[in-house]
């Protein structure tokens, strides 16, 4: 019996997407009314299936990540252009000014946290900017994203979920979780603020307009801040951390990166692939439904995992080897469909543009302790190194 909620699963989930996999792709778990799906195409599938609710399955409000049909539509139109290319390339020389300066002040740092220091640092730095924060506010904004890792601690009890955000799912945040709380807190008094004078964060900015015209309520704008202090910081940091530990443990690859500057995008596409910063997509059905000839009823909750599908030979060969130059790489790590990850462009910029700081100011990043064993977040949802020792010569 494979279980896919093993607190130890966090650590290396891969070992049991196979085993799924090898006895017969979708799995319905009846006893915890999950249906477990690890095909690529059957996830494919699901990504892009309508009728599978994503506003039920976690406990969101629905405004864009939890909502479906027109009123997701009509939300994620208002953010979209906060997101759209003009956007991005606007900050890439921001961006890129961040990442050297940080990696130059680490240049010769013979025992380093690349996470805390580097992985983190950048993508905190972009939510800031994004909704107008003051940059005093980035311890703040490490502890609020330590909340949230912290809230699927072994396992995936959407009901932990639902408690801990409390406010998205009709509630008080769980006092019990004071950092999410302190997240509302903050963002509930900075949108206010911002409808009354712009804060400078495009995103605030842009939604504290939509709540001051009745297009968004308070608490919607609130919402979408929260949701964005996650998906802008969490994502990007766990690509950034995993891509250094393939480097870190291959100075030869390191070295291919530095002569053959092409070969970047590629790589963090196959980082992407290897290592799906989202492991798992949620959703619920809504009626009952058929998934890759499985039968399930109305009301299960549907599990879509990136990290298997990412792993499928039936899609990608020799999917357990990691090959930077892999072409037609196809991975479902930004999701697919009407929930296709709105900040694909931006967080794939963050993370060629701290790469290619790294490489280029740091000769040689080595695992400073070759012993020491890497330690995963205990969070079957998202792949994320909580810690990493490199040395940086
Ligand atoms: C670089 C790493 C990133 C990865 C791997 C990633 C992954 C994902 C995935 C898998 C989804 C799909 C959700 C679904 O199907 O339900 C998603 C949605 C989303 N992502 Fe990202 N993301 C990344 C970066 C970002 C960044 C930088 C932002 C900026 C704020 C962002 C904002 C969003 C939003 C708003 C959604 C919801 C879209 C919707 O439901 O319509 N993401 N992301």
Excluded at 25 to 35: G, K, L, P
Excluded at 165 to 178: E, L, S, T, V, Y
Excluded at 216 to 231: K, P, Y
Excluded at 336 to 356: D, K, N, W
Aim: hydrophobic share 40%.
């Amino acid at each position: 019996m494979i279980d896919l909620e093993a607190s130890s699963i966090a650590q290396d989930p891969y070992p049991a997407y196979r085993a799924l996999r090898a006895a017969g792709d979708v799995f319905y778990d009846r006893s915890r009314n999950i249906c477990y799906v690890g095909d690529y195409q059957a996830a494919a599938d699901v990504l892009r299936n309508n009728d599978i609710s994503t506003s039920q399955g976690v406990g969101l409000e629905p405004t864009v990540s939890g909502g479906d049909g027109a009123p997701h539509n009509r939300v994620r139109s208002y953010l979209s252009p906060a997101f759209g290319a003009p956007r991005v390339t606007g900050i890439e020389e921001r961006i890129s000014s961040l990442a050297s300066g940080l990696a130059e002040r680490l240049r010769g740092r013979k025992r380093c946290d690349i996470v805390a220091d580097y992985a983190m640092a950048i993508p905190e730095t972009i939510t800031a900017w994004m909704l107008g924060l003051d940059e005093s506010r980035l311890p703040d904004i490490r502890r609020w994203n330590n909340a949230m890792l912290s809230v699927n601690r072994g396992g995936c009890p959407f009901s932990k979920l639902k408690r801990a955000i409390g406010r998205i799912a009709g509630r008080k945040p769980d006092p019990r979780n004071p950092g999410i709380a302190a997240c509302r807190t903050v963002l509930e008094s900075h949108l206010q603020q911002a409808g009354r004078k712009a804060s400078g964060g495009w995103v605030t900015d842009l939604v504290a307009e939509k709540w001051k015209e009745g297009e968004l309520s308070e608490s919607e704008t609130v919402d979408i801040g929260m949701l964005m202090v996650f998906a802008a910081s969490q994502t990007p940091s766990s690509l950034i951390g995993s891509a250094v530990l393939i480097l870190a443990r291959d100075h030869g690859l390191q070295q291919r990166l530095r002569n053959d500057p092409q070969l970047l995008k590629p790589f963090i596409e196959e980082v992407l692939r290897f290592e799906a910063p989202v492991q798992r997509k949620c959703r619920r059905t809504t009626v009952p439904t058929e998934i890759a000839g499985v039968s399930i009823p109305e009301g299960t909750i549907v599990q879509c995992l990136i990290g298997s599908a990412n792993r499928d030979p039936k899609m990608f060969s020799e999917p357990e080897q990691f090959r930077a130059d892999r072409q037609k790489n196809r991975h479902l790590s930004f999701g697919l469909g009407p929930h296709f990850c709105l900040g694909a462009q931006l967080g794939r910029a963050q993370v060629f543009l701290a790469l290619q700081a790294l490489l280029q100011s740091i000769p040689s990043i080595t695992l400073a302790d070759a012993s020491e064993r890497t330690c995963y977040a205990d969070n079957n949802l998202v792949r994320s190194l909580l810690r990493l020792s490199v040395s940086l010569g």
